[in-house]
């Protein structure tokens, strides 16, 4: 099993660029997650996805919207790229679906971007 | 709101020697759930270990155990017989009970295991 797998690996963008960052799990697990995570800090939730069909936000959404296309990926997309959001994207996946308990989140390997 | 503190932000250990880090967390909650998680070079974020608030026996895994104070509000990790893979960034973490959603993470403490 791949686990949780990201896509791109690296992006530069130039700000008021757009993208969308991808993300497949393949442990059939119901929730979904984006983290960000910015130097000196730990990992900050942007949005997650407690079961198929349902998106909320986290602690930090603004400028970005999640996708969750299907129970196996969860998209998180940038509009209008910015500076500020030059960071290393995380996404996550755990096995339980809404409120679980203390469920275990496994990890991407992260991607790097770059907003110019 | 929870929030977890990590006030080592660099350690360093001989090989095989016994490193032990420190993580202090503030909730008003009764049921929860810590975490430690490591991001060593290859910036994947594995989980070490986790701890349930409700149980009073630590966890343990092979090398790592931690030493969980719920009164105290403390969750640490001790490395035992360290090696060379253990070089990394260890991240806590808390999630509270009934929500699998929000984990909240501190800052970070880097580990270095010196040859």
């Known amino acids: 099993n791949a686990g949780v797998t990201q896509t791109p690996k690296f992006q530069v963008l130039k700000t008021g660029q757009s993208m969308t960052l991808q993300c497949a799990q393949d442990?059939?697990?119901?929730?979904m997650y984006w983290y960000r995570q910015d130097p000196g800090m730990g990992l900050r939730l942007i949005y997650y996805?407690?079961?198929?069909?349902?998106?909320d936000k986290g602690e930090v959404p603004n400028g970005y919207n999640a996708s969750r296309l299907n129970k196996r990926e969860f998209s998180l997309r940038l509009e209008s790229a910015a500076p500020s959001q030059t960071s290393v994207y995380f996404c996550?996946?755990?096995?339980?679906?809404?409120?679980?308990?203390?469920?275990?989140?496994?990890f991407g390997p992260g991607t790097r971007l770059t907003v110019l | 709101a929870q929030t977890v503190t990590q006030s080592q932000p660099e350690m360093s250990v001989q090989e095989a020697e016994t490193v032990t880090l420190s993580c202090t967390y503030d909730?008003?909650?009764?049921?929860?759930?810590l975490f430690w998680y490591k991001q060593p070079p290859s910036r994947q974020m594995i989980l070490v270990i986790r701890?349930?608030?409700?149980?009073?026996q630590n966890a343990t895994e092979n090398r790592f155990s931690v030493n969980f104070q719920k009164a105290a509000k403390s969750f640490s990790l001790k490395i035992s017989d360290s090696q060379l893979g253990d070089t990394a960034m260890y991240f806590c973490?808390?999630?509270?009970?009934?929500?699998?959603?929000?984990?909240?993470f501190g800052k970070g403490t880097l580990l270095t295991v010196n040859p």
């Open positions: 996550a996946s755990s096995a339980l679906s809404g409120r679980g308990f203390g469920d275990t989140q496994y």
């Open positions: 442990m059939n697990h119901n929730s």
């Open positions: 996805s407690a079961s198929e069909g349902t998106t």
């Open positions: 909730t008003s909650e009764n049921n929860y759930y």
């Open positions: 701890q349930e608030a409700y149980k009073q």
């Open positions: 973490a808390f999630m509270r009970g009934g929500s699998n959603y929000k984990l909240t």
